[in-house]
């Protein structure tokens, strides 16, 4: 959970998971047992509970280290949406905390957060990058966002083809291929400009 605390982002562990402790009535026999073969038996299981319950503390700490770090890179999402998108790996995280690639993809699989902008998957805020004219990296979710942000502000009547748009954005100084533009138009499900045209119409 993503929430603002006297005008500081703050990152929190969601408090739903039932809190894990051994039964003191088994560790209570444990230590009275004057058989050898059940206290065997106790220390082992008493020992493999322990392991469990620290596994899980250590794998709640991860996703939490794992969170945190992505949204100090991500910081302009919480604060501009979509458009504020950074480009950022799974490798970029897992250096930055000193963990293994894998460690970061199991942290953030099927692991969600809760945002001011709303519930997103963890994997929601990796993406590729593409360079802009001036050598500055770019999100694919910006180009996305500004797909739609361009689309949104055409002249009806006369939709923009995906080469304009592609021209639009060397003007800004992001060089995108007409393909690229193509491949994010259908990603976020906006038609192409003939469709467009023709719903106007309609």
């Known amino acids: 959970v993503?929430?603002?605390?006297?005008?500081?982002?703050?990152?929190?562990l969601a408090k739903n998971k039932?809190?894990?402790?051994?039964?003191?009535e088994y560790v209570s026999l444990m230590r009275e047992s004057k058989i050898k073969t059940?206290?065997?038996?106790?220390?082992?299981n008493y020992n493999e509970a322990k392991f469990i319950i620290k596994s899980i503390k250590n794998r709640s700490l991860t996703i939490l280290n794992v969170?945190?770090?992505?949204?100090?890179r991500q910081i302009n999402f919480l604060n501009d949406g979509d458009i504020g998108m950074k480009p950022m790996t799974l490798k970029d995280i897992a250096e930055s905390l000193g963990i293994h690639e894998s460690t970061v993809s199991r942290a953030t699989s099927n692991k969600f957060v809760q945002t001011p902008r709303g519930v997103f998957e963890l994997k929601y805020f990796f993406s590729s990058e593409l360079f802009t004219d001036t050598g500055k990296m770019i999100s694919s979710k910006v180009i996305m966002k500004m797909i739609e942000e361009c689309i949104k502000e055409e002249n009806t009547?006369?939709?923009?083809?995906?080469?304009?748009?592609?021209?639009?954005f060397t003007a800004k100084g992001v060089s995108v291929a007409r393909r690229t533009i193509?491949?994010?138009?259908e990603r976020i499900n906006i038609p192409n400009s003939t469709q467009r045209?023709?719903?106007?119409d309609d």
Do not use: H, M, Q
Request: aromatic share 12%; glycine share 2%.
């Open 197 to 200: 045209k023709r719903n106007t």
């Open 2 to 12: 993503i929430f603002k605390r006297e005008g500081k982002w703050v990152t929190e």
């Open 67 to 72: 969170c945190k770090e992505i949204f100090k």
């Open 157 to 168: 009547n006369k939709p923009l083809s995906d080469n304009e748009i592609s021209k639009y």
């Open 38 to 44: 059940d206290l065997n038996y106790l220390r082992k």
């Open 182 to 185: 193509t491949k994010y138009r």
């Open 18 to 24: 039932p809190l894990l402790k051994l039964n003191a």
